[in-house]
């Protein structure tokens, strides 16, 4: 992979960013306290509230939880690529080896998207340009950032569609988007975001839109990739089955808030929150066949109007009255990880 | 795109045939229920039944078919359809070649037509960009405003208006001053002048190209405002594009594509529109030809002027069909 880029195209693609002191020796991303308002009709919906993670190199952290709570918002606003408005990052850090990108001006913060930190799409077909081959749409990132012509764009996009397993590599990246299959289009999507050799990617969703069996081929081959080239990865999906496989920690999202945070054993053994616990619950599971799915009754929360105390408690097993009043903090739960939930112990014990 | 093109132009065959075999149909149809339009140019006097057998001959009106209701007239259809081959459009009620009264008059609304089409695609498409990147600001409400006003308005209302205001009241003192540039004076004039044969078409241009001005300039807002919202122009922003290139190539070009449909459409109204608009103004062109032919009930010029009309439509549209799949690359291997 590394030899794609040549040795002068380096240095070019780096210099808008010369400006910038990155230390290498602080962590590739740390997210402190995020928080992101939207400012709706009915009022601002606070869609991240204080969550705060930390990733180093070639470690996977997949955020989990179900839809709405925040996960897709919490990449598009490391990302920068949120819609303001509506959406306002109102509160946090977003560091990217020690430097705070939210506090980078646009024009700069541009040059981090794609080169350090790149972001891969649930669907592909809606994520790619209809009108434009896909050849060009890759060629399109060395053209902008590392300033190669037509030709040699065109010939790296060869070598990334290669990479990535596409058979036919040569013809294929004259074809359209829609003339491509669902898991050909990810890995598309996949070798977008490799093609500048970001440090971090982050993988919203990347095989919900996808059947099962095409599922796995894919995930096996972003694991692999990210293992090669000891890139952060971050993995956000609702599905508990891909996270138990490819991530390292674990860090479970409830109504714009980081619920839980341990690793990923743990976390699968014993969870130390409500939410996390219940979700494992509702896995279907084959030794149970014939009886009911275990569900976690009732909907999500509005987050313009979220519950007072903990989010989590009209829904909850552990609920006391102390739970409706006071906002759980982060406790520290013994094996380094973290529970927002009063009755921790409770939970673990249980 | 080759085949694409290929298909399309065969297509287009039976699309034309069936096009002119529907205006044949509907002048034989009005011969049959309204009458003999020879017999009509005499209006009250009765001609000799000779000189009627003679007319009726020249004009190919003698046919048997045309005294029988609902007959389509296949017969006639097929030979003027081989003198249309020829270019050979029949003449008037005068005498005078209707193909040769047509292409003396074609290049004035061609012009006027051009103009509206030129001032209407790069002024709509502009307010369209600029009110679909602003949404509801001052930018965007003004455009959405001043464009209700202009779909409110019709043609033949617009045009009296801007007769009178523009060109009267405004143009005429500087058609008389001294220190007024003169094309500025033929620029805002009242009337068709052949001595300035595109300066005296704007004014006209302007109006006949409001209406669709304001129907682009909408069209273009709404479809940038949902592209903008797509899923790959999120994608653009996520690649570490400038903002410019996300609007400018990933965003405004999958927006000019119902645009582009519109254009196509319009081409055809804007033909239709000049008649109205070559009337307020006094222009010499196909429209007033059409106009004049209508009042006089001169079947041939009508059926000639307006066949070659549709043929110039129907070109159009296969140019914009082939212009949509340069666009969008979906609709060439569909």
Redesign the interface.
């Known amino acids: 992979m590394s030899e794609i880029l040549t040795e002068t195209e380096r240095r070019s693609n780096k210099s808008p960013l010369s400006g910038v002191s990155f230390d290498g020796s602080a962590p590739l991303l740390e997210v402190e306290d995020l928080e992101v308002e939207f400012h709706t009709r009915d009022g601002i919906a606070h869609a991240v509230n204080n969550v705060s993670f930390t990733l180093r190199e070639g470690e996977t952290l997949g955020i989990l939880g179900e839809s709405g709570c925040g996960k897709s918002v919490t990449a598009q606003a490391i990302m920068g690529i949120l819609d303001t408005p509506p959406a306002k990052v109102t509160g946090g850090q977003v560091r990217y080896r020690g430097v705070d990108l939210l506090q980078l001006e646009e024009k700069t913060r541009r040059h981090i998207r794609a080169n350090k930190i790149a972001i891969i799409f649930q669907d592909a077909l809606s994520s790619l340009n209809p009108v434009f081959t896909v050849g060009w749409q890759l060629g399109e990132l060395y053209r902008k950032h590392a300033g190669a012509s037509r030709a040699q764009a065109k010939s790296k996009a060869v070598e990334l569609l290669d990479l990535v397993g596409i058979p036919g590599a040569p013809a294929r990246i004259n074809s359209f988007p829609h003339q491509f299959s669902g898991g050909m289009r990810q890995r598309v999507m996949i070798a977008m975001a490799l093609a500048l050799e970001p440090d971090i990617i982050i993988a919203d969703e990347p095989t919900t839109a996808l059947d099962v069996t095409v599922q796995a081929q894919v995930m096996t081959l972003l694991s692999d990739l990210q293992r090669e080239m000891r890139l952060g990865l971050i993995l956000i999906t609702h599905d508990m089955g891909v996270v138990a496989d490819v991530a390292d920690k674990i860090c479970v999202m409830y109504a714009g808030h980081a619920v839980e945070r341990a690793d990923v054993y743990e976390i699968y053994e014993r969870p130390a929150h409500p939410y996390t616990k219940a979700l494992l619950e509702s896995i279907p599971r084959v030794d149970q066949k014939g009886q009911d799915l275990t569900v976690i009754k009732g909907l999500p929360p509005a987050l313009v109007d979220p519950p007072p105390g903990c989010s989590f408690h009209p829904r909850c097993a552990f609920a006391r009255d102390r739970c409706t009043t006071d906002e759980p903090p982060l406790y520290e739960v013994p094996g380094n990880r973290l529970s927002a939930c009063h009755y921790w112990e409770e939970v673990l014990e249980s | 795109m080759g085949r694409y093109v290929a298909r399309r132009l065969v297509q287009f065959i039976p699309v034309i045939l069936g096009t002119l075999f529907l205006l044949h149909v509907l002048s034989v149809l009005t011969i049959q229920i309204v009458g003999d339009p020879v017999r009509a140019l005499f209006g009250e006097n009765a001609p000799p039944e000779a000189i009627l057998e003679q007319l009726r001959a020249n004009y190919n009106l003698d046919d048997d078919c045309l005294e029988q209701t609902g007959n389509p007239c296949v017969r006639l259809f097929v030979d003027r359809l081989a003198q249309y081959a020829s270019g050979d459009f029949g003449i008037n009620f005068r005498g005078r070649s209707v193909a040769e009264l047509f292409v003396e008059r074609f290049p004035v609304t061609v012009r006027l037509t051009v103009i509206a089409l030129v001032f209407e695609t790069v002024v709509g498409i502009f307010l369209g960009v600029m009110a679909g990147l602003r949404k509801d600001k001052l930018v965007d409400n003004f455009v959405r405003f001043s464009t209700v006003l202009l779909i409110a308005f019709p043609v033949f209302v617009f045009g009296t208006l801007a007769q009178l205001f523009i060109g009267l009241e405004l143009g005429l003192p500087l058609r008389d001053s001294e220190r007024a540039p003169e094309w500025l004076g033929q620029m805002l004039t009242v009337t068709y002048n052949p001595e300035f044969p595109w300066l005296s078409l704007m004014l006209p241009g302007l109006v006949l190209g409001a209406f669709s001005l304001a129907a682009i300039a909408r069209l273009t807002r709404t479809s940038l405002i949902e592209n903008l ?4 122009v ?9 903002s410019s ?1 996300t609007v400018g190539v ?1 965003t405004l ?2 927006s000019l594509i119902p645009v582009v449909t519109y254009i196509g459409i319009d081409i055809g109204l804007l033909l239709g529109g000049a008649l109205v608009t070559e009337g307020i103004f006094n222009i010499p062109g196909v429209g007033q030809l059409v106009f004049l032919a209508i009042q006089a009930n001169d079947t041939p010029v009508i059926l000639g002027v307006v066949t070659i009309l549709t043929v110039v439509f129907l070109v159009a549209n296969l140019l914009v069909d082939i212009l949509y799949a340069a ?4 609709i060439r ?1 569909e």
């Open positions: 919202r797509s899923d790959y999120r994608t653009a922003r996520a690649k570490g594009l400038t290139r990933h070009r999958n666009l969008d690359p979906r291997y």
